[in-house]
């Protein structure tokens, strides 16, 4: 467990399950072949190259996740967050920003994103079999992917199967847009 009240923490190249906790600064974590448990409350979190599932949570800054093999959980009050190749299920929530979500090629476990200050913009696997739930107050939604609809279509919702269906992946926000498009 690595702990700070007035600075940064960054862990690299590192075994085994990781806890990294600042009360003044952001959280760095890369390289790491285990579990990341990260919290501050005075800056950002960025991840990459993390082997393992992750649980991120930060009120003072935004969310940057790159390449991770496994489960995702980002939380954060003050900015946006950032995900780029996630393999396993991911639960991303902020108020305070957009939130822009690539998942990895092969990805089909769902997950829930959602804001209430910005848009949302993710992007699937084309051939992944997930089913889509997404709605907005704050503008459309919108899709480049062959979706099956079901239900009535709605500029503000969709409700869908992308290939034969499977795990939900839930989108919602109450301040913009929604956009579904391919990696």
């Known amino acids: 467990q690595v702990r700070t009240g007035g600075g940064s923490v960054t862990a690299s190249s590192l075994q085994g399950a990781q806890d990294l906790r600042a009360s003044g600064g952001s959280i760095g974590a890369s390289g790491i072949q285990g579990s990341v ?9 960025r991840s990459q190259n993390v082997q393992g599932d992750a649980d991120l949570g930060t009120s003072g800054g935004g969310i940057t996740v790159n390449s991770l093999t496994g489960a995702l959980q980002a939380s954060t009050s003050g900015g946006p967050i950032r995900i780029d190749g996630v393999t396993g299920r991911v639960t991303a929530h902020t108020s305070g920003g957009s939130i822009n979500a690539t998942f990895a090629r092969g990805a089909t476990q769902g997950g829930e994103l959602g804001t209430s200050g ?4 993710v992007n699937l696997d084309p051939a992944a079999n997930l089913n889509i739930d997404a709605s907005t107050y704050g503008g459309p939604v919108s899709t480049d992917l062959k979706v099956s609809v079901i239900g009535t279509i709605s500029h503000s919702k969709l409700h869908g199967r992308l290939g034969s269906g499977g ?3 839930a989108l919602h926000t109450s301040g913009g847009s929604i956009h579904i498009g391919s990696i």
């Open 167 to 169: 795990p939900t992946l």
């Open 37 to 45: 448990l990260a919290r501050t409350s005075g800056g950002g979190i």
């Open 118 to 121: 910005g848009s949302i913009h």
